[in-house]
């Protein structure tokens, strides 16, 4: 483990996936025990998202269990690391508005339970998972086998890694796997705890 770690590390400087304009944003929302990530992940950000927990944790009236996600995506690495902290912590994540996609869907699947928000037309926020890319959509075989790696970390199947890892378009077309019901399937969704997308966002205000 600590050697797929000093891998996760050495990549991180070069490997990004999708990212939209804004920055990351951190918002805790007391009524609901719940964070939202919000914007583009970028290198470091998962520092800031331990400081911005402990900020939160300062106050003993505050408790965190769940961290809800609205983002493009970002820095790989990032996505790693802060995976690896939920599924440390125990939180259960969710995902709302226009979804998450690459290194935030990293992040979404290591809840302990994980669930897709019903958005206004009832349908459930999108999920997109894609192989873990450079500027020019070059895969790397260190990349591919931490994103294989951190797949597995969390419970999902092989079949589900290597399908990830394959969705990279060399053209830089649309690589992106949506998590529909079909695709749920051929990945054994249900081995592990998925909430039914029974909540809207509104809910969390």
């Not at 929302?29 to 290198?43: A, P």
């Not at 961290?67 to 259960?92: K, Q, R």
Request: charged fraction near 25%.
């Amino acid at each position: 483990m600590i050697r797929i770690f000093a891998l996760i590390a050495v990549i991180g400087v070069y490997f990004v996936a999708m990212s939209e304009v804004l920055a990351v944003e951190f918002v805790f929302k007391e009524k609901h025990d719940t964070v939202l990530v919000l914007g583009k992940f970028e290198l470091g950000d998962d520092k800031k998202f331990v400081e911005f927990l402990e900020e939160v944790a300062a106050d003993p009236d505050n408790t965190v269990t769940n961290v809800a996600l609205e983002s493009g995506g970002g820095n790989f690495v990032t996505g790693v690391w802060m995976s690896l902290m939920i599924s440390d912590l125990g939180f259960t994540t969710q995902t709302f508005g226009y979804g998450c996609y690459s290194a935030c869907a990293v992040v979404w699947m290591a809840g302990t339970e994980t669930e897709q928000m019903l958005g206004e037309d009832g349908s459930p926020a999108p999920v997109g998972f894609h192989g873990p890319r450079d500027d020019e959509f070059n895969r790397d075989p260190t990349a591919d086998a931490i994103m294989a790696w951190v797949v597995g970390y969390h419970g999902y199947s092989p079949l589900m890694a290597l399908d990830i890892i394959e969705a990279v378009d060399p053209d830089g077309g649309n690589d992106i796997i949506l998590l529909t019901p079909e695709q749920k399937d051929k990945w054994d969704w249900d081995q592990r705890a998925h909430r039914a997308p029974d909540a809207t966002f509104d809910e969390l205000r």
